[in-house]
Structures are given as C-alpha cells and as structure tokens.
C-alpha cells in the first residue's frame, strides 16, 4: 500500500513517502494476492528543480514496477511548467500502461495505484498538490485551493487521523450503521479534535520535522499491525521544495549493498 504526505506552508513544501512496494499476482480464480513485499522501491521522484511525484498504493503493472513506469515517463519529452499539465500528462501516460497491465474488459480485480504530483509552476509563489488514482481516475485533480495551506497524506490512512484529526475515521462510520443521525455524528466528530496546527509563517525546518513525524506515525502502527505484510516501511525518502531554492533532497534513495 504504502504512504505518502505533503505539508505545505508559505515558505515551500515537503514531500515525503516510505519504500513499501507490496507486489501483486493473481489466484487461479482471477482474484488479486499480495505476491511480495519489498522494502526498497523508489516512491519519490525529481522532477527538475521545482516539482516531484509520489506513487502510492500496488507496487506493479504487470510485471513492470511501478518506480521504473515513472522512470519512463520522465524519460520522455513533457512541458514542466505547469503543475497541472504535467500531472494530466502522466496520467494520460499510465492510464495507458495501466490498461496494457490489467486490462478492463476481462472481469478480473483490478488493483488501485495512486500518483501525487506536487510543486511550483513557473514563476508561482505557491504550490499547487494534484493526484489521480487508477483505474478509475480520468484525469487528474487538484488536491485543494492554491492559497490552502496544510498536511495531506495518501495510501495507509488509519494511524495519521488518529494523531492528527483526534480520532479513528471508522468510528463516525460505524456510528451512523449503527443509526445515529448523522447530524449528530457531524456535531462531534469536527475540528475541535484536530491538531491545532499553525502553518501559517511555520518555517520548512518545522514544516520538515512535522512531514517526518507523520511518516513514522504510520510506518510505526504498520510495524505491529496484525497483518502478514506490512502496508508501508522501509526507509523514508523526503525532499523540500521552495520557490527560491528549489529541490533539496533530505533522504534519498541509493543503491548499496546491505548484507
């Protein structure tokens, strides 16, 4: 599954991902299984100086991964001025290598693989967040308003609401299978619970230090979660992007012999 996370504040933006790629394979009834997980995908990637790309969700197409899928499309000749024309260009592009992988007339399961693009377009001040999620995605869309400011994260969504919005997000829906009127469920589940953040003048190194802590929160509950794979681990891969300074890589992945 894996997890990726924005924080965005005035002076720039974080990006930061796991190294999770859990594989998948099918069953002799067409049905989708967790092949392999692997610790060590590539989840973030540079693009130039002024925009990156997080992949989260399957870890294949096919028999392609999904970092070297990326790898191609940046190989190719694509306009990075625009945040948004560039991420509706990958999109177009792995719809593409999305349909060749798991084609949509077969009647078998088809797994979910998101893509988060975010970063300054020419000569902007503030960064835009775009994502698409196949196979259902047609085009991509913007994330949220373009003066917002705040933390976004995709993939493993459990441990982070508990920290940051004050409460498991399957409660509000249990509560309301179970008949409480959903003007009720609305009352108390609000913002009173949520973690009173200030991200205005919230300067990178904290903005930094915040992204980190939202990572660890859920690579920490997958460590001890009870399950067969992990959902999301391996080492972090951050970077930050400012207007004026551009891409800084904070950890990044490299090759080295481990064992």
Known sequence: MSICITVKVPDGLVLGTDSVAQLTGRLSDGTLEIAKTYNNARRLFQVGESMGIMAFGVGNLGTRSVDQSVVGFLGRSTDQRRVGAFANSLCEFMKTRYAEAYPANDGREQPEVGFFVSGYSEGARSAEEWEFVLPNAEKARPVRDLTAYGSVWRG????????????????????????????????????????STVYDGMPIQDALNLGTLLLNTAIGAAAFEKSSTSSCGGPLQVAVIQPSEGWTWITRPSLAVTQ
């Open 156 to 195: 493993v969504s459990t441990p982070m609401p508990r920290l940051y919005e004050g409460f498991d997000a399957r409660i509000p829906e249990q509560l309301l299978r179970l008949g409480v009127s959903q003007d009720i469920v609305s009352q108390v589940f609000n913002e009173q619970w949520k973690l």
